[in-house]
C-alpha cells in the first residue's frame, strides 16, 4: 500500500489497520457531533413552533392544493422566530457569556474544519486552495500558526482589558488554540504521530465531545433565554 503524501513510499500493513481503525473512529465522532448539532436545532424548531405565532401543522394542512403551500409558509415563520430566538438570546447574555460562547464555538468549529482539511489533504494532496506547507526540508504544521493566533489574540486581551473586545477575541482565540490542540500529541511526544492510532483517538475524543457538550450546554441557556424574549412579544 503506497502512502498517498509520500509518493514511492509503502504503508506497513499493521500501521495501515491501525490508521483505518483510527479513521473510522474520526467519521464516528464526526458523524455524532453532526447528529447531536442537528437533533438540538430540529428540537429548538420544534420548541419554537408549537410556543410561537406560526400555525400548527395540523392547522397548516388540508385537503385543498394550497395546503402544502400553507405548511411551507408555517415553517418558514417558525425557523424565522427561532432564529430570532437565538440571536435576542445572544444580544440579552452578559458579555463575557457571549465570549465564551465565542470561544467555544470557533474551537469546535475550526477544530472540525481542520480535521476535514488534513484528511482530505493526505488523502488528495490538497483541500480547495490549501495543501502541505513546507519550508525546505521542513513541514510547518497547523500548530505553529494556531499558537501565533492564540498569542496575538490573547495579548490583544491582556493589553486591551475591554470586556467588549474580549466577546470578539475570543473567536480568534477559540481558533488558535484549536489548531495548537489538535497536534497536542505531536507536542507531547515530540514526533509526527498526528496520524498514528495515538495520535488520534486520545486527542479527538477529549477534545470532540468535551468542546462540543460546552458549547451545546451553553447554547442551549441562550436560546432558552431568547425564547423568554421573543415568545412573549408575539
Known amino acids: 500500500m503506497r502512502l498517498p503524501h509520500l509518493p514511492g513510499a509503502r504503508e506497513p500493513a499493521l500501521a495501515r489497520r491501525r490508521r483505518l481503525r483510527a479513521e473510522r473512529r474520526t467519521r464516528a465522532i464526526a458523524v455524532a457531533a453532526l447528529l447531536t448539532g442537528g437533533a438540538v436545532a430540529s428540537t429548538e424548531v420544534a420548541r419554537v413552533w408549537r410556543r410561537g405565532s406560526a400555525p400548527l401543522p395540523t392547522e397548516a394542512v388540508g385537503a385543498d392544493s394550497e395546503a402544502a403551500a400553507r405548511l411551507a409558509a408555517a415553517g418558514a415563520e417558525a425557523l424565522g422566530q427561532t432564529v430570532e430566538v437565538a440571536v435576542r438570546g445572544y444580544q440579552e447574555g452578559s458579555t463575557r457569556e457571549n465570549a465564551l460562547l465565542n470561544l467555544l464555538g470557533s474551537f469546535t468549529l475550526a477544530w472540525a474544519i481542520v480535521r476535514l482539511s488534513t484528511h482530505t489533504i493526505r488523502r488528495r494532496g490538497r483541500f480547495g486552495p490549501f495543501g502541505d ?67 488520534i483517538v486520545s486527542v479527538q475524543i477529549s477534545l470532540a465531545v468535551v468542546s462540543m457538550l460546552s458549547a451545546l450546554a451553553l447554547a442551549l441557556r441562550v436560546l432558552r433565554r431568547g425564547e423568554r424574549v421573543v415568545l412573549e412579544e408575539h
Open 133 to 199: 506547507l513546507v519550508l525546505g526540508k521542513h513541514h510547518i504544521h497547523h500548530f505553529v500558526p494556531g499558537i501565533a493566533i492564540a498569542f496575538v489574540a490573547g495579548g490583544a486581551s491582556v493589553v486591551g482589558r475591554s470586556a467588549a473586545l474580549d466577546r470578539w477575541l475570543a473567536i480568534p482565540f477559540g481558533t488558535g488554540v484549536a489548531l495548537t490542540l489538535d497536534e497536542s500529541a505531536l507536542l507531547l511526544k515530540l514526533d509526527d504521530v498526528y496520524w498514528t492510532e495515538e495520535g
